[in-house]
């Protein structure tokens, strides 16, 4: 029996040692955190993974490491994100190597792609581990093309995807997959929404889960949420996430001046998670900025403040 | 004494086998037809040469190839194009034991990045292999952002950068880099364009040579255009360039409504290279989509009908 | 006391008579129906409305019979689309003569600006009619420059903004801005969103009100859906929501081969009120393409499909 | 017999008054000295002539004192700037009646268009002055569609348009029109290039003409520079270019932190022709930032230093 990716599935963040290789003491740490806390699955290898700046090797170790302290508890699924198909294929060889139970592919980028040639990857992907889900991963923002609900209820009716990770942000995209989704009776076709700030109005409008960066740092009150909107309670569900949101102001404390949006917004969980002491540190990869000690001192008082705790 | 990369450097296109991995044979015939048509360098590792198709064994192959070919006749410099700062070192260290004599780096790409990250990024390539010339690449249509004159120049000034490729498609902006280049006084900055359908104004706006993709298929042309640039032949030049121009006709054969530019373009260039007999085929790494016969025997007709030879 | 602009306010769109002049009586029909569906108020002159197609002479005509026709029984906005502050003044003028009660800008557009322009744009606007309510219209997709909540709480605060029509698209930008307000204390600043597939999760988010060009053609539903949101009756409101979607389909039925998704979905809205009997025609002004036969006979099926009447 | 447009056509600015109506005396001054200066022809109700801003009696005013200051020295063309064809139609007539010789529009904008509808824009355009020439006014930046080779030659053909303003500010683009133009022997149809740090280049691609918006301030220099061009002294002609660019630094000097492109790129260009004494003063319409005095006095030094005279 296939396993399926629902519910809230963090998007699990990458502790690094000083030398930039995962630091997997740390890692074992906060998967065990984040299963404690009741989330479905874990997604490995996801853009708030640094995934992009990770070497083979580094890739590998986190992977399994997820795995392996996931011991079965909760599937983990593993992002494959890479230029080119060839390429995205030596990392699908590692991920099941490495235990995963699910891949998350993105469109190909740098190159310009047509659409037959997104539908193509993505063929050719779910040929190399046609017993794995294949989630596709929506993030125009980082690949600069969108996939349309057309496009992957063809796939999905293929059997070629299980579901889309959407990260394009558009709350009303993300129904009309849904909407093709229910009419073309794809009813194991998962739609995950990763937009952490309108969980509510996504499970309203019919997604099936969530991948939350920030349910890194907070992964309590998104289990919390998802089961109000699995109820129907969507007062309480739109009134947590405000709540939530509020604490979202730790990804924009990083000086826009002085560096981009990964920087700030990863900077601003791994600091936190680093201020809890569920990492030993808050580094990230170069070229990423760090924050400065007046930026870290405003996301420990937002945390504190939270009452959040490792 | 430093090797300075200037006048015309093909982008050298990556010839596959049928299981995709690098035709050594092709591309060592393909090295010396371009040499002897006169080049100045060789660029391996573009986008020309589906470098972020290539595999890192892949990469590896179609440097120390292509150096070993090149034999000393033409200096050869070596992309390293990758995401993120991580992945760029490990293709730096690639490329150094290839031997490549350069190295031809993108700002990072996939991620959001800042001016201040983008500059981290090439002071960290650059001390990765300090003794080689770094070109930093211009291409926004592939990584979504732009490499300007005041970013450059400061890099430049920093003894960072030993020159830009500039396939930003603005002359104005091309011109804006020769001129503060000439108002720094960094005499020893190169300036090359990417724009293989403008070279004659380019020239004429102070570069100091071009990476054309079309130089693949005809080299003799562009080193004709080159010489007459260099010797102040304008109107000879702008003729010549039309004449190219009506070559790169072979790069817009394929159907956009089955395949993406990359596919249309890089296809045509490998296909006239594998009508001349210079590949034993057309064939490029996926999702790439082929052309079809007809649209095949269009580029043979405008190949023979331009007279080329392998 | 200020009028207020909240729940159901259509954009209503202009019928035209065959020389494009305004073809008051069809209006002033579809003024009553939609007044006797229930709507909360109406905005004229908006992008539906074709508002930018529109010479003096005929904006003036369509506001000042949507005023009197509707006599005080809903509220009437305007819209005071233009390129540039002197041209948006010259409507203003117009708008306030002919009866209107509010006003609904956009950002300048054609021309580049800065935020700081943008701002002043709205203070004079608002300066030329300090008593009637000014909503800021964010419209990214038709001026190229998104409206965020921190500039729009900063002119509320000023007294300037008596709300927002948002039409960003995006869920979680307008759930941004409800939280702003709501932060700031500034209760009587309204949100209407403009997004007629998602308006079930704009209420969730906190929106006051909906702006919906579907409203045209199906006010009854729209007008069912915001009193099952205000009673707290969201599932029935997704319900809803996802069957009004179905009827959104007369929007796409024109071929895109053909033209512009103005033309196909103000065309659809036009020829579903032609089909009803609500307008003479569905005539649209140049240089839109008129929907073909076939196309007009499949809008027909939808609409006789989904039971509606004049 | 009809009037053609190349040469130096400087895109005229527009002069106001303290109440932003047109300051005709200042006008009438300017023309006369860019007659004087050798210029070949005038645009009246260019982007630099703050058309966008101008109500319909301030757009006659310009074009009408334009025309009859030139009183037949060189032919005048006149922009119909605006947002779809009923508005256009208005400015023809206009323009018809002031005494235009020549008319320049845009594609439609605000609203999204097709190919198709672009088309029929500008057929229609024509149909309302058939015995004016008509140039397209290629300008993505500010209508954000450009205008491509094929279908500018397609309107060339039907008699439709007479040339192309070419402000995409990409020479590869305006020589693939000069080239088709050419291949269709369309030798009438004129190509001016909006790009005036680049004429030198444009012109070798093989363009009849120049709009240059920093010609108002010196036109010697481009009536030079066009002259070096025809007579093909092209090595002069780039060293001249080379310093004009310099000039071109008063269009940079406003703070982009306190406005947009259009204030401190106009802005400068006004205050240049207040400090020469041309204008009585350099305002510019709302919501345009002003200049600051320090801003002020650096591009009176500018002036100053560069010789130039009213």
Chains 1, 2, 3, 4 share one sequence.
């Not at 806390?37 to 090797?57: K, N, P, W, Y």
């Not at 193509?120 to 609900?149: G, K, Q, S, T, W």
């Not at 990804?251 to 030993?280: C, E, I, N």
């Not at 900025?289 to 001192?297: R, V, W």
Request: glycine share 10%.
């Amino acid at each position: 029996m296939t396993v399926q990716f629902r519910g809230v599935i963090p998007p699990v963040v990458t502790p690094f040692r000083d030398d930039l290789t995962v630091d997997t003491d740390s890692l074992r740490h906060h998967v065990d955190r984040l299963i404690d806390a009741g989330v479905d699955g874990l997604f490995a290898l996801g853009s708030s993974a640094e995934a992009v700046f990770l070497t083979r090797d580094n890739r590998r170790a986190v992977v399994s490491t997820i795995v392996d302290q996931a011991a079965g508890r909760v599937p983990v699924t593993a992002g494959v994100i890479d230029m080119t198909t060839p390429l995205v294929a030596e990392h699908v060889t590692d991920a099941v190597e490495s235990g995963a139970q699910g891949l998350v592919a993105t469109a190909p980028f740098y190159v310009r792609t047509h659409r037959t040639e997104i539908a193509e990857h993505f063929r050719r992907i779910h040929d190399m581990a046609p017993d794995l889900p294949l989630l596709a991963y929506n993030i125009p923002v980082c690949v600069h093309v969108a996939l349309d609900a057309p496009l992957l209820i063809e796939l999905a009716t293929e059997g070629v995807l299980a579901g889309v990770k959407d990260s394009g942000g558009v709350d009303a995209a993300t129904r009309l997959i849904v909407d093709a989704r229910d009419a073309a009776g794809l009813t194991d076709f998962q739609v995950l929404t990763g937009s952490e700030t309108t969980v509510d109005l996504a499970y309203l409008a019919g997604v099936d889960g969530v991948v939350p960066g920030l349910g890194n740092v907070d992964p309590w009150s998104y289990v919390e949420l998802a089961r109000l909107c699995t109820q129907g309670r969507w007062a309480e569900a739109a009134a947590l996430q405000t709540r939530i949101t509020q604490l979202f102001g730790i990804a924009t404390v990083g000086d826009p001046a002085r560096m981009g949006g990964s920087s700030a917004g990863l900077g601003g969980f791994k600091a936190a998670l680093a201020h809890l002491g569920v990492f030993t540190s808050g580094r990230m990869a170069p070229p990423h900025q760090p924050l400065d000690d007046t930026e870290l001192a405003t996301i420990a008082r937002i945390i504190d403040d939270a009452g959040l705790t490792a």
